[in-house]
């Protein structure tokens, strides 16, 4: 997706865009058309920013596919292949390769070993390319599971792809159809990747992971306090949504 659009889609460039062209507007004299726009500008920011609409959002993407439990019961002699799609990482040799991992690379990996452990002969492949940095996010997850215990002739790597598209098109280049797989990645991003394999014929058992919204027994939810991590779930979703559409209008 073009930062540009990324941007325009984000809630604080939104409401500051907003809030300028209100402005505009109303030293320009237009003084019925600026308080309509600032009114929708800060209440969008307050829908935004508390708890009812990012956790709505978030819930109908996290809440299509189940978490993985396993083991699977299998037939046949392919191996089960496990897809960790890569989250972004900063190379920085001062520190261990686990924690150059982004959170969410990090908890994919995680869940992606854990699911491994529950197979064993089967393959850990980890995707993600370098982006502007000199290593693969691929080869940082690597290194990272050789630190976590994992076998180098267990894992494989797939160090070029950029996206989730392209992550579907280099497994199926290199792997094929006959293996059964399973795909690991974040919860509010499995819808969208699903379909992207779909598309390039393949049919992966989902195994999201990195849940946003988690419900504790005893913890009582502060929904009417405005926080910038509602912010930044309704941006994710946003996010998600649009990258969907965009997946489900493209060809197969």
Do not use: C
């Amino acid at each position: 997706m073009p930062s540009l659009l990324k941007s325009l889609l984000s809630v604080l460039p939104l409401f500051w865009l907003l809030l300028t062209i209100a402005f505009l507007f109303h030293f320009r004299g237009k003084r019925r058309t600026a308080p309509w726009l600032l009114g929708v500008a800060l209440g969008g920011l307050l829908l935004a920013s508390t708890g009812p609409l990012p956790h709505l959002l978030i819930r109908s993407l996290e809440s299509r596919y189940e978490p993985f439990q396993g083991p699977l019961s299998r037939e046949g002699d392919a191996p089960l292949h496990i897809l960790v799609l890569g989250g972004g990482h900063t190379s920085d040799a001062r520190i261990p390769a686990n924690n150059q991992l982004s959170g969410s690379a990090l908890g994919r990996l995680v869940e992606g070993i854990r699911i491994h452990r529950q197979h064993p002969g089967s393959l850990l492949i980890l995707s993600g390319f370098p982006g502007k940095d000199p290593i693969s996010n691929a080869e940082v997850m690597y290194q990272t599971a050789l630190l976590l215990g994992v076998e180098a002739e267990s894992m494989a790597i797939i160090p070029q792809p950029e996206n989730t598209r392209q992550e579907a098109l280099a497994y199926l280049e290199k792997f094929g159809h006959s293996h059964p797989l399973i795909i690991v990645t974040t919860a509010t991003h499995i819808p969208r990747a699903m379909i992207w394999f779909s598309k390039a014929g393949l049919d992966p058992i989902p195994a999201p992971t990195n849940h946003a919204i988690k419900q504790s027994p005893t913890a009582r939810p502060r929904w009417w306090l405005p926080s910038p991590e509602n912010i930044s779930l309704v941006d994710r979703a946003v996010y998600e949504y649009a990258g969907i559409v965009q997946a489900k209008l493209r060809p197969k």
